[in-house]
């Protein structure tokens, strides 16, 4: 990056830590530091809860997804819509009438400590490694800028959002969320404009998405049943409804983000926006991933988009291996340009026969483009068996920082950090504050000053923050970073969402009932998932269902 870019970006970074931290200032009791004293307008709740959603992995794996995968990940949102009518039916209400700091508090009102104890340690495993995975993201486009190991760069990330955590709890994070998100929609509609700005000049916008189409990339609508394929219109409908529910419903990052709305109505306004906005924002991330790859027809495309392990692969005993592969890869490019060429004139001349021919050959080009990078895959693996060999993470990176003019650069480099500090922010204070509330609160010191618990809080942040970082160096080996943060969270969501819906609607069911079905269904949905059963999504449903089917049995067995 050039010295403008790093301006920009410092001058960003610096100007929403900032920010955040004297909107914070003076905040010293519980309800300012956990809720910030609940006084926040809808559109604020809002912006916090697709902040909190929207992590770097938003805006560095999906548009990698969109370039190798097309536009299907779209589907993942559907049920959104749906869970966000449930939660201002049911959840929001007994939440806010409960005057409660985390969502598990009130299912020890509802059944026993227990269930609240393991409901809150099934969050805090699952938010724990997900938090660590969101580190990790921004710390890839540290490394491949500076060209300094990976371990740095989550170290130096992972210390720069504790910090400011720790000073101003929620009230810093939803302050900072507002600024951050107005900044990334800007950009987001910049670096759009930018690569339909960077096709040549005889190629439209519609020529790019005709390219794409043929290619297999504008998949957004899958219509089939199968409980094998990952993303179709049900997976999303049905285990995408699950899955969303009991993360708005049931995970405390984001219980917390709408606890902090004023009233019921801002609160419910606020995930009303979320479930408007999430769906066309997402679609248009994944868009700008699908007009990369009709950027990359026209140019040389690299081998592999991870710089840092390529250079390795120079530099081993593979070096000659490798230069045969990226000739025979530049080789592929050139035919493929050439089958692009035809069918943008096809497409200009409105000739349906050339078109179809002509997209029928660039899927064979295609093909064996795919097959070299495949090959150059194997050989990094070989190089070095710890290496990062999935490289759709680096995708948007790379053309971000070899493409885009000077400022800009640094400017969509901040909104990834952005959202990478929005995310993370909330994930280690949910963490610190279920810690607290749900553990140190209710078993170790009970009836503490909330001097006490406001500082036990901030120690409980530094702890989880260390837990994350280290959890950040191991995540290079779990693929496309955004499809493992959902993997992960559907391990847990499932059973936690059977929990919150028989405490909610089975009003019959008790205690120890819920507790038993609850570990038999996540030991049931850990083991769908190792002997790959079915698709991630519908793990979700199957958790809830378990908890809930288990929950009736078990009860009316106790009662005889």
């Known amino acids: 990056m050039s010295g403008i870019d790093w301006l920009v970006l410092c001058f960003t970074l610096l100007s929403i830590i900032g920010y955040g931290i004297y909107k914070s200032r003076g905040t010293k009791s519980m309800q300012g530091y956990l809720l910030a004293d609940r006084q926040l307008p809808w559109y604020h709740v809002g912006f916090s809860v697709m902040a909190t959603q929207a992590s770097a992995i938003t805006f560095l794996s999906a548009p990698g997804q969109g370039y190798t995968d097309g536009l299907r990940f779209v589907q993942f949102y559907f049920g959104l819509p749906l869970a966000m009518v449930v939660l201002c039916i049911t959840f929001i209400p007994i939440f806010h009438k409960l005057n409660v700091y985390t969502a598990y508090e009130y299912l020890e009102k509802r059944f026993d400590g227990k269930t609240r104890l393991l409901t809150a340690f099934l969050f805090l495993l699952q938010r724990g490694l997900s938090t660590g995975i969101t580190i990790y993201a921004p710390a890839i486009i540290l490394s491949t ?7 740095y760069t989550i170290v130096a990330n992972g210390v720069l959002v504790i910090s400011y955590t720790v000073y101003g709890g929620t009230k810093a994070v939803s302050h900072t969320h507002l600024l951050q998100m ?4 800007a950009s987001l509609f910049l670096a759009a404009w930018l690569v339909v700005h960077l096709l040549p000049e005889n190629v439209s916008f519609t020529d790019a998405l005709h390219i794409a189409g043929k290619m297999n990339k ?6 089939e049943f199968d409980l094998n394929n990952r993303y179709n219109l049900w997976s999303g409908l049905i285990g995408g409804f699950f899955l969303q529910l009991s993360y708005f419903g ?27 906005i999430k769906i066309p924002m997402q679609f248009f991330i994944l868009l700008i991933g699908v007009l990369v790859f009709s950027f990359y027809q026209f140019h040389q495309e690299p081998v592999f988009f991870n710089k840092v392990e390529t250079e390795k692969l120079q530099h081993s005993s593979y070096s000659k291996e490798y230069q045969e ?9 050139a035919y493929k340009l050439s089958c692009v060429n035809e069918l943008v004139e096809a497409v200009h ?25 495949k090959q150059v895959q194997v050989l990094i693996e070989k190089n070095n068996a710890l290496a990062d060999s999935n490289d759709s993470n680096y995708i948007f990176l790379r053309f971000v920082t070899e493409q885009l003019p000077v400022g800009v650069v640094g400017l969509l480099i901040a909104i990834i950090f952005l959202a990478a500090m929005g995310s993370t922010a909330s994930g280690l204070n949910s963490l610190a504050s279920t810690t607290v509330i749900d553990f140190y609160k209710r078993v170790i010191k009970k009836g503490g000053s909330d001097a006490d618990y406001v500082s036990a809080t901030r120690k409980a942040t530094y702890a989880w923050g260390v837990f994350c970082i280290i959890t950040a160096i191991y995540a290079s080996k779990l693929g496309n970073l955004i499809e493992a943060v959902n993997i992960l969270g559907s391990l847990f969501y499932g059973t936690i969402l059977g929990i919150f819906i028989v405490a909610f609607y089975l009003r019959k069911v008790g205690g ?6 609850a570990l038999i269904a996540e030991v049931f949905v850990v083991g769908a998932w190792l002997m790959e059963l079915t698709a ?25």
Do not use: P
């Open 349 to 373: 001349a409105k000739n349906k026969t050339a078109i179809e021919s002509t997209g029928h050959k660039l899927q064979i080009a295609e093909a064996q483009s795919r097959a070299v990078k």
């Open 512 to 517: 120890n009932a819920v507790f038993i079905s």
């Open 250 to 276: 049931t995970d405390q990052s984001q219980v917390g983000r709408y606890l902090t709305g004023s009233s019921i109505n801002q609160s419910r306004m606020g995930l009303v926006m979320n479930g408007l």
């Open 182 to 185: 107005s900044i990334i929609f």
């Open 325 to 333: 592969l990226q000739s025979a890869f530049q080789k592929a490019n």
């Open 218 to 223: 504008l998949n957004a609508l899958d219509t």
């Open 536 to 560: 991630f999504l519908w793990l979700n449903v199957i958790g809830c269902l378990l908890v809930v089917i288990f929950s009736m049995a078990f009860q009316k067995l106790s009662k005889k």
């Open 145 to 151: 800028i500076l060209g300094i190991d990976i371990l």
